[in-house]
């Protein structure tokens, strides 16, 4: 071969393997300018479940529809794809077809925008049809309910509706109008501006098992057909759809087959009449005594499955119940037909989404599955095929997490009291306003805390509380006086000394022997923190913190109190469910500026210890007295040690380390801004909770025999996750808090992290501790806030065992443990 003819060869050979490897690397190339859409493009959103803003992306090009893949998908795409919709920008965009496949074509993959390009042409792509996904990776977006001024939506092709995405079940039976939830009634879609029915004509159990998942039920029963008949006979009809056929593990109507009617359907049917649905209720929204009966047959045992850290009913973090021991599901292939298995099980009905990537917060403990791989059609996620997970599978960054349909129950409408809020800055905070028979009135803040925030919260549908406000000025007794924190995030309560109260002061009493002398500090002598009310602990007598933050807000038309004394345990649906004082009002101060307040969030924190290093750090120390002048000022002793012979002799302590992550979905801030915190002269720092953690020793029936607390006088990152920056330092009067995936750690070797176990005699115990007691601040979940331990003390050495986090474990695992008989030496198995 000649040198032209071998040159030749060799370019076409480079030429080849260049476009052998651009197909094989997928990387994106910018479209050529030949192949621009340009003014061709539409776009449209679709999908359901969904609302107007948000939905699968479908693109009109070569004219023909298709859809875009989620592979590198970024937030700047989405950008593009919600400015072609006519929305301002994008909130979101979702992955894994969550408003379900699209058909056809797929038209881009890979697509790599910066963010401010004109057109989705213009991004950086694989090339018009150049794909190699499947529509499981149809990518949607999420756009801000936001119109462009001045848009034109031309995208959107004005053709008859061609498909189903509002249902409802309209209730005909007098008894039941007036019922809620509804559970049986005629199946109806949204058809223009009013509602349309469906052809019963071949309509099964498949299909009414998907609507009753839809209306939040897990299951169908069995209908009078023929009362609904005669009813519909007198009544005029408009029919939409007809031939539906589902395979009962849809989780929305439109996902099933069916034919829609054309033109004039209201002769339609034949034979036929409306499709009548009847569902059962989940033991949580069921009503009567038959249904009492089978929850509490339902209840005899404890359930393998159960959802954590969601701000509302019906949604969580999956765990499951695996040898004795709570547990994640990794989100590998997780999908809606395993959500909605999950759904059902625990009484509600099919999966509205299946949440990847710790969207609930992350668990602590093992991670039992991985790879579920449910039909739909199981009756427990147990029954679904499913991988056991090994080390290096999955970490808790991947726990799989559920939002399910749950039946519309009006708590926010309906009943009483009725609930809305006034004069927030934003429609998730404002002053509680309860309508008492047709009166709209406030709440009484005596005892507003947090518990009751999140129940009002909860009822309004607006996620955690995130602060319990005063309206106004708290609620102090005689004599002092609170300032507001103003309208700031940060705000909080200080207090003021008031008439009567004695002059601050670090001591109390004559000196011994040249020594300051011990700092038994009375009731009034508060350091500068709240003191609105009797010390919580016995002795020495403990700061109550305060109980609300005051804020400010517009005060509406409603002047008059209706509501006091609300007690709530934290779990409740409505306010109606708490105590209160029913009609009979009685509050120290009625005025609006004394009314309840909430701030709502969608996220808030979640505050869990490590339980092993306390089970791996704990000791003995026996401290001289007079190394403890200042544990003593901060009521870190026990009550006993105002008669010890100070500065002489010496208290034993039970010292230990504590690690406390932040594994919620917020930021853990204290509740009050540094305005407000306390300067402890003594130790030289501020408190900014005066009780962060109790540390009690109690005996096997529970009886406590020691008790200890710590202030949180520096709360910071000490250490986080790979990839997550830290955000608090104490240093310099910084900022306190814990941040989203960081630890808080405080060493067993600093002052009053301990419990003085000096008066308690040798035997065993159960060692506790709780972080956040007071629930001053927020957080997704507070049962899993307290740890415990078995411990056996011997009069000189102290062994800690089985410590774990208090909701850890499975009911008679815990009852094992509490009724532990305790150690008969040293050796712990």
Same mark, same amino acid.
């Given at each position: 071969?000649?040198?032209?003819?071998?040159?030749?060869? @060799?370019?076409?050979?480079?030429?080849?393997?260049?476009?052998?490897?651009?197909?094989?690397?997928?990387?994106?190339?910018?479209?050529?300018?030949? &192949?621009?859409?340009?003014?061709?493009?539409?776009?449209?959103?679709?999908?359901?479940?969904?609302?107007?803003?948000?939905?699968?992306?479908?693109?009109?090009?070569?004219?023909?529809?298709?859809?875009?893949?989620?592979?590198?998908?970024?937030?700047?795409?989405?950008?593009?794809?919600?400015?072609?919709?006519?929305?301002?920008?994008?909130?979101?965009?979702?992955?894994?077809?969550?408003?379900?496949?699209?058909?056809? /074509?797929?038209?881009?993959?890979?697509?790599?925008?910066?963010?401010?390009?004109?057109?989705?042409?213009?991004?950086?792509?694989?090339?018009?049809? =150049?794909?190699?996904?499947?529509?499981?990776?149809?990518?949607?977006?999420?756009?801000?309910?936001?119109?462009? %001024?001045?848009?034109?939506?031309?995208?959107?092709?004005?053709?008859?509706?061609?498909?189903?995405?509002?249902?409802?079940?309209?209730?005909?039976?007098?008894?039941? /109008?007036?019922?809620?939830?509804?559970?049986? !009634?005629?199946?109806?879609?949204?058809?223009?501006?009013?509602?349309?029915?469906?052809?019963?004509?071949?309509?099964?159990?498949? =299909?009414?098992?998907?609507?009753?998942?839809?209306?939040?039920?897990?299951?169908? *029963?069995?209908?009078?057909?023929?009362?609904?008949?005669?009813?519909?006979? /007198?009544?005029?009809?408009?029919?939409?759809?007809?031939?539906?056929?589902?395979?009962?593990?849809?989780?929305?109507?439109?996902?099933?087959?069916?034919?829609?009617?054309?033109? =004039?359907?209201?002769?339609?049917?034949?034979?036929?009449?409306?499709?009548?649905?009847?569902?059962?209720?989940? %033991?949580?929204?069921?009503?009567?005594?038959?249904?009492?009966?089978? @929850?509490?047959?339902?209840?005899?045992?404890?359930?393998?499955?159960?959802?954590?850290?969601?701000? *509302?009913?019906?949604?969580? /973090?999956?765990?499951?119940?695996?040898?004795?021991?709570?547990?994640?599901?990794?989100?590998?292939?997780?999908?809606?037909?395993?959500?909605?298995?999950?759904?059902?099980?625990?009484?509600?009905?099919?999966?509205?989404?299946?949440?990847?990537?710790?969207?609930?917060?992350?668990?602590?403990?093992?991670?039992?599955? =991985?790879?579920? @791989?449910?039909?739909?059609?199981?009756?427990?996620?147990?029954?679904?095929? $499913?991988?056991?997970?090994?080390?290096?599978?999955?970490? &808790?960054?991947?726990?799989?997490?559920?939002?399910?349909?749950?039946?519309?129950?009006?708590?926010?409408?309906?009943?009483?009291?009725?609930?809305?809020?006034?004069?927030?800055?934003?429609?998730?905070?404002?002053?509680?306003?309860?309508?008492?028979?047709?009166?709209?009135?406030?709440?009484?803040?005596?005892?507003?805390?947090?518990?009751?925030?999140?129940?009002?919260?909860?009822?309004?549908?607006?996620?955690?509380?995130?602060?319990?406000?005063?309206?106004?000025?708290?609620?102090?007794?005689?004599?002092?006086?609170?300032?507001?924190?103003?309208?700031?995030?940060?705000?909080?309560?200080?207090?003021?000394?008031?008439?009567?109260?004695?002059?601050?002061?670090?001591?109390?009493?004559?000196?011994?022997?040249?020594?300051?002398?011990?700092?038994?500090?009375?009731?009034?002598?508060?350091?500068?923190?709240?003191?609105?009310?009797?010390?919580?602990?016995?002795?020495?007598?403990?700061?109550?913190?305060? %109980?609300?933050?005051?804020? $400010?807000?517009?005060?509406?038309?409603?002047?008059?109190?209706?509501?006091?004394?609300? *007690?709530?345990?934290?779990?409740?649906?409505?306010?109606?469910?708490?105590?209160?004082? !029913?009609?009979?009002?009685?509050?120290?101060?009625?005025?609006?500026?004394?009314?309840?307040?909430?701030?709502?969030?969608?996220?808030?924190?979640?505050?869990?210890?490590?339980?092993?290093?306390?089970?791996?750090?704990?000791?003995?120390?026996?401290?001289?007295?007079?190394?403890?002048?200042?544990?003593?000022?901060?009521?870190?002793?026990?009550?006993?040690?105002?008669?010890?012979?100070?500065?002489?002799?010496?208290?034993?302590?039970?010292?230990?380390?504590? @690690?406390?992550?932040?594994?919620?979905?917020?930021?853990?801030? %204290?509740?009050?801004?540094?305005?407000?915190?306390?300067?402890?002269?003594?130790?030289? &720092? $501020?408190?900014?909770?005066?009780?962060?953690?109790?540390?009690?020793?109690?005996?096997?029936?529970?009886?406590?025999?020691?008790?200890?607390? *710590?202030?949180?006088?520096?709360?910071?990152?000490?250490?986080?996750?790979?990839?997550?920056?830290?955000?608090?330092?104490?240093?310099?009067?910084?900022?306190?808090?814990?941040?989203?995936?960081?630890?808080?750690?405080?060493?067993?070797?600093?002052?009053?992290?301990?419990?003085?176990?000096?008066?308690?005699?040798?035997?065993?115990?159960?060692?506790?501790?709780?972080?956040?007691?007071?629930?001053?601040?927020?957080?997704?979940?507070?049962?899993?806030?307290?740890?415990?331990?078995?411990?056996?003390?011997?009069?000189?050495?102290?062994?800690?065992?089985?410590?774990?986090?208090?909701?850890?474990?499975?009911?008679?695992?815990?009852?094992?443990?509490?009724?532990?008989?305790?150690?008969?030496?040293?050796?712990?198995?």
């Amino acid at each position: 071969m000649g040198s032209c003819g071998r040159r030749a060869w @060799q370019e076409l050979l480079v030429l080849l393997s260049s476009l052998c490897l651009g197909v094989g690397a997928a990387q994106p190339t910018p479209p050529g300018p030949t &192949h621009s859409p340009g003014s061709q493009l539409k776009f449209r959103l679709a999908g359901y479940p969904r609302k107007h803003n948000e939905g699968r992306v479908e693109v009109f090009y070569n004219e023909e529809w298709g859809t875009i893949c989620d592979d590198d998908f970024t937030l700047a795409n989405a950008h593009v794809l919600c400015r072609h919709l006519g929305f301002a920008a994008a909130a979101g965009w979702a992955h894994s077809a969550k408003y379900g496949k699209g058909v056809g /074509r797929i038209w881009l993959d890979n697509v790599n925008c910066a963010g401010s390009e004109k057109s989705i042409g213009d991004c950086k792509h694989r090339g018009w049809g =150049n794909s190699d996904c499947s529509h499981e990776e149809d990518a949607g977006v999420i756009c801000k309910d936001e119109r462009i %001024p001045g848009f034109k939506d031309s995208n959107v092709i004005e053709t008859e509706q061609s498909h189903v995405e509002e249902v409802r079940l309209r209730p005909v039976v007098s008894g039941a /109008r007036r019922q809620l939830p509804v559970t049986e !009634g005629i199946v109806e879609v949204r058809y223009k501006d009013g509602w349309a029915q469906i052809c019963d004509q071949g309509w099964d159990t498949h =299909n009414s098992r998907v609507v009753c998942g839809m209306m939040g039920f897990p299951a169908e *029963k069995k209908v009078n057909r023929n009362f609904y008949k005669l009813f519909t006979e /007198r009544q005029q009809l408009n029919y939409r759809l007809h031939s539906v056929s589902c395979t009962g593990t849809e989780v929305h109507l439109s996902l099933c087959a069916f034919q829609f009617y054309r033109g =004039n359907a209201s002769a339609a049917c034949g034979a036929g009449m409306p499709a009548v649905v009847s569902c059962v209720p989940g %033991p949580l929204f069921a009503s009567g005594n038959g249904h009492k009966r089978k @929850q509490r047959q339902q209840q005899q045992g404890q359930a393998r499955i159960r959802l954590k850290g969601g701000a *509302k009913v019906g949604e969580g /973090r999956v765990e499951v119940l695996r040898s004795s021991e709570w547990g994640t599901i990794c989100d590998d292939r997780w999908n809606l037909q395993s959500a909605s298995v999950v759904c059902r099980e625990l009484g509600f009905g099919s999966a509205k989404e299946a949440l990847t990537g710790a969207r609930m917060g992350q668990g602590t403990g093992p991670i039992h599955l =991985n790879e579920v @791989q449910c039909l739909g059609t199981e009756k427990s996620l147990w029954s679904c095929p $499913y991988r056991n997970i090994t080390r290096e599978d999955c970490k &808790h960054t991947e726990d799989a997490a559920v939002r399910c349909n749950i039946p519309y129950m009006g708590y926010e409408n309906l009943g009483s009291p009725q609930i809305r809020l006034a004069g927030g800055r934003t429609a998730s905070e404002g002053r509680v306003e309860v309508k008492r028979g047709s009166k709209w009135g406030t709440v009484c803040s005596d005892g507003w805390t947090t518990k009751e925030a999140m129940v009002a919260c909860r009822q309004l549908g607006l996620g955690y509380s995130l602060h319990a406000v005063t309206v106004g000025a708290s609620g102090a007794g005689p004599g002092d006086s609170l300032e507001s924190a103003g309208a700031g995030a940060s705000g909080g309560c200080r207090a003021v000394r008031g008439k009567g109260m004695r002059p601050l002061r670090a001591w109390d009493g004559p000196g011994v022997g040249g020594q300051r002398a011990v700092p038994w500090l009375d009731a009034a002598h508060s350091l500068g923190a709240c003191q609105l009310g009797s010390p919580q602990r016995a002795w020495p007598p403990s700061l109550s913190p305060c %109980p609300q933050e005051t804020w $400010y807000w517009d005060a509406s038309n409603v002047t008059e109190m209706v509501l006091s004394g609300v *007690k709530c345990a934290g779990h409740e649906m409505s306010l109606n469910h708490c105590q209160h004082h !029913g009609t009979s009002l009685n509050c120290r101060k009625t005025g609006t500026r004394f009314a309840a307040g909430v701030i709502c969030s969608e996220t808030a924190s979640d505050l869990l210890l490590h339980a092993p290093l306390v089970q791996e750090t704990a000791y003995i120390e026996d401290r001289p007295l007079h190394m403890l002048y200042c544990a003593a000022e901060e009521n870190c002793l026990s009550s006993s040690a105002r008669l010890a012979n100070w500065p002489y002799g010496h208290r034993r302590l039970l010292r230990f380390s504590s @690690q406390i992550h932040n594994n919620g979905r917020a930021d853990f801030r %204290p509740k009050a801004g540094r305005h407000s915190w306390v300067w402890h002269e003594c130790h030289r &720092h $501020y408190h900014s909770m005066d009780i962060f953690t109790h540390y009690d020793i109690l005996t096997p029936n529970g009886t406590k025999v020691a008790e200890g607390h *710590k202030a949180s006088f520096c709360l910071e990152d000490t250490e986080c996750e790979e990839d997550v920056a830290k955000r608090y330092e104490c240093a310099n009067f910084g900022e306190q808090g814990i941040t989203v995936g960081c630890w808080d750690l405080y060493r067993h070797d600093i002052d009053c992290q301990w419990i003085d176990i000096t008066d308690v005699k040798p035997g065993n115990y159960i060692l506790q501790v709780v972080i956040n007691p007071n629930f001053e601040v927020a957080e997704s979940d507070f049962t899993n806030n307290a740890m415990k331990c078995n411990c056996k003390y011997d009069g000189h050495r102290i062994w800690v065992h089985s410590c774990h986090i208090g909701d850890a474990l499975s009911e008679e695992a815990n009852k094992r443990f509490e009724q532990y008989p305790g150690q008969l030496n040293n050796q712990i198995s």
